[in-house]
């Protein structure tokens, strides 16, 4: 199998957890490229003097008689190349590349040259500088594949805690009203199915959490959940294992999590708070509902220490991983349907 990283933003981490990460991947057996900035990759290689042999390709065509995986070579598809390498830095120039690595990096999967792409981390801020409307990677591959609502799901391969988001990038005060829009009970069935496919979970167990604190204390603080949240969960009585709605602080207090293969939060903070807390170095995030596998690790462009040789590649390797065995039980999948 063929792995293609999309290099993220260049003055951040992404190039230097790649490297490390292709150091450790590389004895897999697999095969692994880049899709990005051949000048940063070498840049950063040399800034850190990393031991890995780079190969610059200036077209996806020649992709198909590069070497063996067990050559030890990292080619990289130079997709734009950068005026001036600044790391640490907040540049439109940073922001561009990394969208067309991720758009480059995609249509490698969509062809077929590749199976699986992992997402290195971007910077939303220089995305948006760049003029991009879509500054995350969720919202960006939706649009590529004609996807309009992916699922952003986080994944624990240490713990096996897997943490489902209603809601992604919206304002809290926007968070209600999606909820009560959104059809919550196919939300759930897609994302039985994903574990089902995805993950080879034949009977996936969900559990749901409120929306409201206390899930609302039987309507006390708010009626999202009698309305909206319970009703989705007693329409799949019969069909899946779905249980809820509950607190989200005492669930995660008393690591109910551990009884279920499956936690959904209602937004963006309830669910990753407590996931980054427990799985801060392991966590991988994985885009359900495409059409491709995407996994990415569960960190950010981390500025503050870009370059110095300091950024851990455990979360950028695990994602890697992670993308293979999606890509195996995918295929197992297909072969028993």
Do not use: W
Request: with cysteine; charged share 20%; aromatic share 6%.
């Amino acid at each position: 199998m063929r792995i293609v990283f999309s290099i993220g933003d260049l003055n951040g981490i992404g190039p230097e957890v790649i490297l490390k990460s292709f150091q450790k991947l590389r004895e897999t057996g697999h095969s692994f490229l880049v899709a990005g900035s051949y000048k940063a990759m070498e840049y950063y290689r040399k800034r850190l003097d990393l031991p890995v042999e780079l190969e610059l390709v200036n077209d996806a065509a020649a992709l198909s008689g590069l070497c063996t995986p067990h050559c030890g070579v990292l080619p990289v598809l130079s997709v734009a190349e950068p005026e001036t390498i600044s790391p640490g830095t907040v540049s439109a120039d940073s922001g561009r590349i990394a969208m067309l690595s991720v758009a480059a990096a995609a249509e490698l999967c969509r062809s077929g040259i590749c199976d699986a792409l992992v997402t290195a981390p971007i910077n939303k801020e220089a995305v948006a500088l760049a003029g991009y409307t879509e500054s995350g990677h969720t919202g960006f591959l939706g649009k590529i594949f004609g996807v309009s609502s992916p699922t952003m799901m986080f994944f624990d391969p240490v713990t096996e805690l897997r943490v489902a988001l209603a809601t992604i990038h919206v304002p809290l005060a926007e968070v209600p009203g999606r909820i009560r829009e959104m059809d919550l009970t196919g939300f759930l069935e897609n994302l039985a199915r994903s574990l089902k496919t995805d993950f080879a979970i034949a009977l996936p167990r969900m559990a749901v959490l409120g929306l409201n604190p206390h899930a609302s204390d039987g309507g006390i603080m708010g009626s999202e959940e009698k309305e909206v949240i319970a009703p989705a969960i007693a329409s799949l009585a019969g069909r899946l294992q779905v249980e809820g709605p509950f607190p989200a602080d005492g669930f995660f207090g008393a690591e109910r999590y551990r009884k279920f293969d499956m936690v959904v939060a209602m937004y963006h903070d309830q669910g990753l708070l407590p996931f980054k807390v427990l799985a801060f170095d392991t966590g991988v995030n994985v885009t359900l509902g495409l059409p491709i596998v995407r996994t990415s690790p569960d960190h950010g462009t981390s500025f503050d220490i870009a370059g110095s040789g300091k950024a851990s590649e455990r979360s950028c390797c695990e994602a890697a991983l992670l993308a293979l065995r999606i890509v195996r039980n995918r295929k197992q999948t297909e072969r028993s349907s």
